[in-house]
Structure formats: C-alpha cells, structure tokens
C-alpha cells in the first residue's frame, strides 16, 4: 500500500507564503500522477495541481492557483511538494496530496487510490 503524509501547513497572514510537503511511501513504480487537492468547509474538494511522476506533460493548475502556486517533486526523497505564494484568505483549507494509479489521471477526486489526511492552511 502506499502511504501519503502531509505537513507544512500553518497560519499566515494574507500576501504569505507556505511549502506543503507530502512524504510518499509504499508501492508507487513511478509512473503514477499526484495532485495535491483542497477542500474549505462546506465546499466541495478541488484539485488546485496535478503532474505525472515521470515528468513530460505539463503540470496542471487551476485558475484559482495558476502564477501563486507551483507543485514539484524530489524523486530521491519520494516527497511532493506545493509552494504556495501570495496567498489569500480564499486559500484558506485542508490541503491534501492524493496519488493515482490507475490509466486516467483526472482532476476529480474519484480517480485517485490513496490520500494523505491532510494539512490545515489558514490564511487571514
């Protein structure tokens, strides 16, 4: 199984920054597709970034993020990572990674097999 643990949430203030961490363990082959995902209370969860683990298509992001945030990966240390720049109080939510296996690398969540528990980003 694999295994996704996040950190480096936080609280900071409006025009911040903060790099999410997702430490990936277990048995990925590297051909699978990360997207770190969000979810505000009462809102429904949302990929903000997604890419494929052996690099070549482009990296997504969704227009909420696009110029603020940028997702990476150290492949030596298994870890993924989201630098969150500029930030705004509407950043505010539990931020997750997620990794997919199977063919389809969507944008729902649906298509994803295993999931961090998450990290809080409060943005005030």
């Known amino acids: 199984d694999v295994q996704l643990v996040e950190s480096g949430g936080g609280s900071v203030q409006a025009g911040g920054s903060l790099i999410l961490s997702c430490t990936v363990s277990?048995?990925?082959?590297?051909?699978?597709?990360v997207a770190w995902f969000r979810q505000a209370p009462g809102k429904e969860r949302e990929a903000v970034a997604r890419?494929?683990?052996?690099?070549?298509?482009?990296?997504y992001y969704s227009d909420s993020v696009r110029g603020r945030f940028t997702a990476s990966q150290d492949f030596v240390e298994n870890t993924i990572y989201l630098q969150m720049s500029n930030l705004k109080p509407e950043d505010s939510a539990m931020y997750y990674c997620?990794?997919?296996?199977?063919?389809?690398?969507?944008?729902?969540?649906?298509?994803?097999?295993?999931w961090g528990r998450g990290t809080q980003v409060t943005v005030s």
């Open positions: 997620a990794v997919a296996t199977g063919v389809v690398c969507g944008l729902e969540s649906h298509w994803y097999d295993y």
């Open positions: 277990g048995g990925t082959n590297g051909n699978d597709c």
């Open positions: 890419f494929f683990r052996r690099g070549g298509d482009k990296t």
